[in-house]
């Protein structure tokens, strides 16, 4: 192999790397907008096509919701009557772990509702999310989201940031 | 052509698009250390060369402002004056799309100013940026600034993710 | 040099500076994992390890701890006690400037902790942060943060804004 085929291995892999990167935070980041305009199960079923076919939302305080018909119905109860008086999903700075064709993600997440002239924060919650790679790109194949009211499964939740630092991203 | 140049081809344009993602989430992180140390109109002057000449900051609750000039001018009525006692204008992650030298971002802000030994969440707002890329860089065309109380302007500006989604970015 | 090679060489410097923007962002985004999940000395000076050995952390309202030791140390106090009810360091969106194997970047954070049925923001801060590239990849050299209070020492971390614009990327 030559020098510049060589050269062009190593670009093409770090590429892709950091394209994984970037389309997974940009899935992250499309939450907000599409929860915070969905006040129909047409709109949430849109919203749950972020997830696998098969993937999971496990909701802190509600619990999990297997598969995109059980996402989108999640949202039906409280969510949609929320939307009108205005609902504000604000999506923290990931630390994303890319692992071939599957990732990892912690971030938090804050709600916001508003509160006469000013705005209170509803719920602040922990994020550990896996992704998968597949015909559709990248999607999450589990959610789990728990408040920050403390407790053993936030625990357990947020030092997964130990194992992802210790691997790093993996091609 | 060789199979070397198809491939340079390729992450050329990989590489190009991905700069552009970064330097637009570049340009939204700068609005908030420019815009809490604009105590005066030189430097909301400043602020202001983010937007492009004639850009646009159509600002929730206040209307919109036309020009460089109209947009520095707008910070002088009561953001001076709230610079001294903090203020501090947080960007959520955004969604971006690219489209050739234009591109779009939807985002979240949340402005928190002092209140006693902590803070409160005074505007917490959607945001629907137009940008363009030009002599200068990536510049804002066009900024629509939503207080999330709810309304149908919110739920049209938040629904433009359904757009953005459905084309990806262009060359 | 042929023209396959300098377009490699252009690509490869691109490449260089994307990755270094992508890997400062993950440092930063893997604070919040990692300090509300330090509840001992043991995880504290895991975290610690975000810094470079003789690395400064001048926190906003404490005071400048010198090296990995001390800023272990300076989360004992206070910190580990606050873990088990649920603390939520949040951190928003950072502009980086890159300057071969140095950069600096700016971002708030945001501390939550629950407030009843509700969360307040206890701390809301600038992040003036100083980044070194070495033997371990990024680490931080020196982050300097202090609440959004106002006040003269705010403006002038803020106002560095000035010069990371200005100079831009260097590679």
Redesign the interface.
Known sequence: MSD??S??DA??A??HR??A??EI??L???Y???V??A?NLERSA?LAQMWTEDGIYDIGGVGPKYGRAAIAEAFAEHHFAM??????????????QVDGERATA???S?V?R?DGE???????S?NHWSFEYGAEGWRVARRVNR?????ED??VL?????RM?AQGDRP
């Not at 604000?90 to 994303?96: N, R, S």
């Not at 000013?118 to 602040?124: E, H, L, Q, T």
């Not at 408040?147 to 407790?151: E, F, I, P, S, V």
């Open positions: 510049l085929e050269r062009l670009l093409e770090e590429v950091l394209r990167h970037q935070s940009r992250i980041a499309s907000g907008p599409r915070d305009s006040d849109q939307v009108p008086n205005g609902v504000c999903h604000v999506m923290g700075l990931p630390f994303i912690l971030n938090y804050c916001f508003p000013r705005f209170y924060a509803w719920r602040v922990a408040l920050m009211r403390g407790g936030i625990q947020l030092r997964d940031i130990d630092l």
